[in-house]
């Protein structure tokens, strides 16, 4: 059996934007920005083994190599949270392509329901990075992970912002070959399967549509 390979990326930067991204007084623009920030730090170990070509450069002065991407690079995010974590990653890798796939969560049941897919049915991208900030009972991520498989991807690595430790079982029982970066562990999740302690609704907080008539 393939060993999990579940990152829990370490940086005092991280610590400082996860405080902030906790925080129930964060406001929306903020919650925004330290999500990027997140996605950005996380970015630079989950993309540590994309592979690279040489390629000869012309400086001001001589010519020198250099090394390029060399591969087709997905980004894949979750609707609609995990659209907080795409322009970080495309300021990145211009060059990637966004692959959106829309699955919610059913309230009732927690279950997770798949409403939207454009993936094409051939050529798949050689290396595909799913983008969802939160892993909570861990239904969508392997659903996703399920659906690129099925598109063929060769590489999937899950990047995350912060995860249920009975999500990174769920993948661990899934998909034991499926890389995993996440900035933190978090305890438990709660009787409405929300993160503990968590920072709510990571969709609603960034979109600024958390009601509060309720
Ligand atoms: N999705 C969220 O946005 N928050 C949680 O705590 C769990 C899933």
């Not at 495309?90 to 329901?113: C, K, M």
């Not at 900030?133 to 990047?159: E, F, K, N, Q």
């Not at 899934?174 to 900035?183: E, I, K, L, S």
Request: proline share 6%.
């Amino acid at each position: 059996m393939t060993e999990q390979r579940v990152n829990c990326v370490s940086h005092p930067l991280i610590d400082h934007h996860l405080a902030l991204l906790r925080g129930a007084a964060t406001s929306s623009s903020d919650f925004r920005r330290s999500a990027k920030m997140l996605a950005t730090l996380l970015a630079f170990s989950a993309t540590h083994d994309l592979t690279t070509e040489e390629t000869l450069v012309r400086t001001p002065l001589t010519e020198t190599r250099g090394k390029i991407l060399a591969q087709r690079v997905g980004l894949v995010p979750v609707l609609r949270a995990g659209l907080l974590m795409v322009d970080p990653l495309l300021d990145l890798i211009p060059a990637a392509e966004v692959w959106h796939l829309g699955i919610f969560r059913d309230e009732s049941t927690a279950q997770p329901v798949h409403y939207y897919d454009k993936l094409p049915a051939d050529r798949p991208v050689d290396a595909a990075l799913i983008l969802d900030p939160m892993l909570a009972t861990g239904g969508t991520v392997t659903m996703v992970v399920d659906r690129l498989r099925a598109w063929g991807v060769p590489s999937i690595t899950i990047c995350l912002l912060l995860s249920a430790p009975e999500g990174i079982e769920a993948v661990r029982r899934h998909c034991p070959d499926v890389a995993v970066y996440t900035c933190a562990v978090d305890e438990r999740l709660n009787d409405l399967k929300y993160i503990v302690p968590g920072l709510g609704d990571a969709g609603d907080r960034g979109f600024n549509t958390v009601r509060t008539d309720s």
